[in-house]
């Protein structure tokens, strides 16, 4: 008999949410979900309650929380609705709850990550802005708490794979030399410079491969999330800078690879499918089924690499300089990007505004250290601030 997991999925509304759902639902027999959140999407958590059937559902927007409850009465449903940013603290750590989904976007997600991760809990970590704007002290909470990380984000995931079972936290000592991070390059790999100027949000969340969220789709556009992945490989796996060599593989089918001191490259491979991550930390150390379909080598054909252009991803270049400069400067980084990447997808800005943003921001907010969550979130407040000064000289 397998033991069954208790599950709290932390943004279960949105791409990383619904494919955890998904894999979940072929397993009933090994996972029971406890709770739900959401933003504001009611009609979505909705639908997965009645599925589902979570103890507790939880949405940021509480207008949409009494909607929620009206709704789970009327179809006799048992599930207790909560709102607000505590009650997704709530969720994260309730005693009965052995594992979370950490999948809400952006920076908005720390907070619970934080509250998953201080009650020792299991977390799977898609919510990769905790770790880019807070990594020394989320992974000390995670060390003096005995929570087990394991990452989602597919490259991540992939290292993971890739590195042996006995490492823990020491590549040297595991013989690991790089990290060779993987890139797909987005949707404007290849468009001429002058025309980034003219994209569309349309065009820069129409990824080649992935299916994903917005916001993660824009940051692939400019490789911030290249950018971002960097920082967060630096603190999961304790690698230096340049110990990270970020490779475009424009297939998506190499997820990332490590090499060891006496050459050998190890890979994890598979289709562009977020399941597979998804599942290999909901059942790990077990493997289990995903609907994921076979990869077929012959279709794939070939495999091909580059190196990132810096001028054409400028952000890449700013993700490595805040990581340098270290402190506050990659929360700096991150609140930026969010308010650049939420500008230019309503439109107030151009894509190339997107860098120019980030690139002010981190020139003018004072760079602090960092030793708590709350010196975090008010370097996050004041570089979103500064964005927001910075749009508005803009418009
Ligand atoms: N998608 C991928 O393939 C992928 C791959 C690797 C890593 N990731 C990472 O996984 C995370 C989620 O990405 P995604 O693509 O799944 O995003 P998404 O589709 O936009 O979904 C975001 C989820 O977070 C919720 N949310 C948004 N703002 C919130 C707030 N202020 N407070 C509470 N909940 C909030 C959303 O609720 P509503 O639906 O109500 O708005 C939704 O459930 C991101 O950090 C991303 O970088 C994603």
């Known amino acids: 008999m397998k033991a069954v997991r208790h599950l709290t999925i932390l943004g279960s509304t949105g791409t990383i949410g619904v494919n955890t759902l998904d894999v979940v639902a072929r397993h ?9 959140t959401a933003n504001n999407n009611a009609k979505k958590i909705l639908e997965q309650c009645r599925r589902f059937q979570p103890r507790y559902a939880v949405m940021l927007d509480a207008a949409g929380a009494e909607w929620l409850q009206a709704e789970i009465r009327t179809a006799g449903l048992a599930t207790e609705v909560l709102s607000g940013i505590e009650s997704l603290e709530k969720v994260a750590s309730l ?3 052995d594992t979370v989904m950490a999948a809400i976007v952006g920076a908005a997600g720390i907070r619970p990550t934080f509250a998953a991760a201080g009650a020792g809990k299991r977390v799977l ?3 990769k802005e905790t770790m880019v704007m807070a990594g020394r002290i989320f992974m000390d909470v995670v060390k003096h708490n005995r929570s087990t990380l394991l990452p989602i984000d597919s490259e991540h995931n992939a290292i993971f794979q890739s590195l042996p079972q006995n490492f823990s936290g020491d590549l040297g000592a595991v013989g690991v030399r790089r990290i060779l ?3 797909s390059g987005g949707p404007f790999r290849q468009l001429s410079l002058s025309s980034l100027g003219e994209v569309t949000p349309g065009q820069a969340c129409a990824h080649p491969n992935w299916v994903m969220g917005r916001k993660i789709s824009v940051d692939s556009a400019t490789m911030m999330n290249k950018g971002l992945e960097v920082i967060e490989a630096h603190w999961l796996f304790d690698a230096a800078p340049d110990q990270i060599q970020v490779i475009i593989h424009p297939q998506s089918i190499i997820h990332s690879m490590v090499e060891y001191v006496d050459g050998s490259v190890l890979a994890q491979l598979g289709n562009p499918d977020m399941r597979t991550p998804i599942a ?6 077990e493997r289990i089924e995903t609907g994921v379909a076979s990869l077929d080598m012959f279709k794939v054909a070939r495999l091909d690499f580059e190196a990132p252009d810096f001028k054409r991803f400028p952000c890449l270049r700013l993700a490595y300089q805040a990581l340098a400069a270290g402190g506050s400067a ?9 308010v650049a990447v939420e500008s230019f997808l309503k439109c107030r800005m151009p894509f190339t505004a997107i860098p120019a943003m980030i690139e002010e921001v981190m020139r003018t907010v004072f760079r602090k250290e ?3 969550l709350n010196d975090v979130l008010t370097a996050d407040s004041e570089a979103r601030e500064a964005a927001h000064e910075w749009l508005a000289c803009l418009v």
Request: glycine share 2%.
């Open 181 to 183: 991070l993987t890139a």
């Open 125 to 127: 970590l898609a919510n």
């Open 370 to 372: 960092i030793a708590t």
């Open 280 to 285: 290999h930390a909901l059942g790990f150390p």
């Open 95 to 97: 005693p009965e709850v």
């Open 28 to 36: 009933p027999d090994r996972f029971h979900v406890v709770a739900l």
């Open 330 to 338: 990659p929360a700096i980084l991150n609140a930026a990007n969010e």
